[in-house]
């Protein structure tokens, strides 16, 4: 499972989650600090509403995602993953304002039943980043835009794992419609988005 963990501070808000895991059974939770970033310069229209496009993103966007996320992911694991297909980030002049960064893994159908079950792919959401001062709309909107575009991928779920003390993140990962799942672990808390039955809509076209 994958730690998240989320610090609000006057000048910062950034949700950020370990990084991959290494086997299902592996549990890392990480501490890390939001990050105060000056500068950001969000496009407004007419009535000061925040203008910005949410599109897929790509092995390009791995120096502005690494920025927000102040160099938690190295380029060697932010690559791959911005490249999957999976991720989005959201774009406002001409910057990466925000990001959604997933993590697909072969997982067991059927945990009870081990191998004999099956092997499915699963989706781990991995972190939801967002610049100094963003507003909290954009947040989810960039978190929910990732789920759309998992369950047009095919995927059937979504977990993510947090800390069970981390009540900021809880109700987070709740308003994205995750709920929470049974886990052997008393380290962890872990949601489960049942994506079939859940209709994630960010209100903005994905870009490719």
């Known amino acids: 499972s994958l730690g998240m963990a989320i610090y609000l501070s006057a000048l910062a808000a950034a949700f950020v989650f370990a990084p991959p895991r290494s086997s299902p059974n592996s549990v890392r939770l990480t501490n890390v600090l939001a990050r105060t970033q000056a500068g950001l310069d969000l496009a407004l ?36 993953l911005l490249s999957s ?60 835009g990732a789920l759309k575009l998992l369950k047009a991928n095919g995927f059937s779920d979504v977990v993510c794992s947090i800390a069970p003390d981390d009540k900021g993140n809880a ?3 709740r308003s994205l419609g995750l709920v929470a799942a049974s886990t052997p672990s008393k380290d962890v808390l872990l949601f489960e988005g049942p994506l079939l039955s859940m209709n994630p809509d960010p209100q903005k076209k994905i870009k490719e």
């Open 171 to 173: 109700e987070f990962v």
């Open 45 to 80: 229209d007419i009535k000061g509403r925040p203008v910005w496009d949410l599109r897929k993103a790509s092995s390009e966007d791995c120096n502005a995602v690494s920025a927000l996320a102040d160099g938690l992911y190295p380029a060697e694991i932010l690559s791959p």
């Open 85 to 144: 297909g999976h991720c989005v980030v959201g774009e406002s002049n001409g910057q990466v304002v925000s990001a959604a960064l997933v993590h697909a893994f072969k997982g067991l159908t059927d945990t009870e039943k081990g191998m004999s079950g099956g092997i499915e792919e699963r989706a781990d959401l991995l972190s939801v980043l967002a610049a100094n001062a963003l507003p909290n709309e954009m947040r989810v909107q960039t978190a929910l």
